[in-house]
């Protein structure tokens, strides 16, 4: 979950609604718990592998699979230019210094290490993502008192866009979500374990997102002048809290842009011509996409995504054609 890094989709689709805000957080999350269990249901009952056969699986007709498949390859590609542009956004939010030092310095370290050997960078990030999530509950509940303002940052007190909102959130979250849950697959035994994972799922994401949401409420500025809002809360703490979150950061913003960059390239892979052509093509463009802005390419870009994700949830729960285990 993007959001993880640096909160600034916390906001964008819940940050005006005030208490209606959590509200519609957790609804997110209820869905999202939703979509994991029937993604694990579907994959479970029918043997499915892989996500290009779950695709086919849950979309009868050829062209709406293959519309479905072009989504999530271009949602990659975005999902790579934004961590590019969000680790740039580091450099000149805390460091000053300007954007296109940060974007050439992460796009060497991706070309590199997609050249190189990815399975250690991409696994850190089973570490870190855990580690990240501690340190911001830790936060958020240093800074508890910041929920007795929420109605002071109302912008629109709407139930119902909030709740549009989360349909929104949860989907443009499902498009990469459903490929990461389908790999579960094997580990599961029974019907049981399927739906105490969507339980914890649930109960998981709504505690780390309010968290989030209690930090953006604590930012004593115009959010919008932040491209890094829980960074920036992190330095109201201190400055172990920051350098320390910081660091974690950078790292989860790197290995995240080379997962996405990765799952891209992975079509290449027979081919090392093909291969590497592609790396460099997807890196050189990094650069000039990066000048758009990291808050820009988020408030762009993922309620666009969100409304395309809807296909895919819409195919997955009319999907009633299993079998037993």
């Given at each position: 979950m993007?959001?993880?890094?640096?909160?600034?989709?916390?906001y964008l689709f819940f940050?005006?609604?005030?208490?209606?805000?959590?509200?519609?957080?957790?609804i997110s999350q209820i869905i999202i718990g939703i979509i994991v269990y029937k993604t694990l249901k579907v994959s479970k009952e029918n043997n499915i592998e892989n996500y290009s056969d779950f695709s086919k699986h849950i979309n009868k007709t050829s062209k709406i699979?293959?519309?479905?498949?072009?989504?999530?390859?271009?949602?990659?590609?975005?999902?790579?230019?934004?961590?590019?542009?969000?680790?740039?956004?580091?450099?000149?939010?805390e460091?000053?210094?300007?954007?296109?030092?940060?974007?050439?310095?992460?796009?060497?370290?991706?070309?590199?290490?997609?050249?190189?050997?990815?399975?250690?960078?991409i696994k850190i990030n089973t570490i870190l993502i855990p580690i990240l999530m501690i340190f911001i509950i830790i936060l958020a509940t240093k800074n508890i008192n910041a929920f007795e303002n929420i109605n002071n940052k109302i912008i629109q007190p709407?139930?119902?866009?909030?709740?549009?909102?989360?349909?929104?959130?949860?989907?443009?979250?499902?498009?990469?979500?459903?490929?990461?849950?389908?790999?579960?697959?094997?580990?599961?035994?029974?019907?049981?374990q399927i739906k105490i994972i969507s339980i914890l799922v649930i109960i998981t994401l709504s505690i780390l997102a309010i968290s989030i949401y209690g930090l953006i409420l604590k930012v004593d500025i115009d959010i919008n002048k932040l491209e890094l809002?829980?960074?920036?809360?992190?330095?109201?703490?201190?400055?172990?809290?920051?350098?320390?979150?910081?660091?974690?950061?950078?790292?989860?913003i790197f290995t995240s842009?080379?997962?996405?960059?990765?799952?891209?390239?992975?079509?290449?892979?027979?081919?090392?011509?093909?291969?590497?052509k592609m790396a460099i093509i997807m890196c050189t463009s990094g650069i000039l996409v990066s000048k758009i802005g990291f808050s820009t390419l988020?408030?762009?870009?993922?309620?666009?995504?969100?409304?395309?994700?809807?296909i895919q949830i819409l195919s997955l729960m009319k999907n009633n054609h299993t079998k037993t285990y």
């Open positions: 993007q959001d993880l890094h640096h909160g600034k989709e916390i940050g005006i609604y005030g208490i209606n805000g959590i509200i519609g957080i957790i699979n293959e519309i479905t498949k072009k989504i999530i390859n271009i949602f990659l590609l975005l999902s790579f230019y934004v961590m590019v542009a969000g680790f740039s956004a580091y450099f000149s939010q460091l000053g210094i300007p954007n296109i030092i940060g974007t050439i310095i992460i796009i060497l370290l991706c070309y590199i290490t997609f050249m190189g050997n990815i399975e250690g960078i709407n139930f119902f866009k909030s709740v549009y909102s989360a349909i929104l959130y949860s989907s443009y979250n499902s498009i990469t979500l459903i490929p990461i849950v389908i790999t579960l697959k094997k580990h599961i035994k029974s019907q049981q809002p829980t960074v920036y809360v992190a330095g109201m703490n201190g400055k172990i809290y920051k350098l320390i979150y910081g660091g974690i950061i950078l790292v989860a842009s080379i997962a996405a960059g990765y799952s891209i390239l992975e079509n290449y892979i027979d081919n090392p011509k093909k291969y590497k988020i408030n762009s870009l993922y309620p666009i995504f969100g409304l395309l994700g809807i």
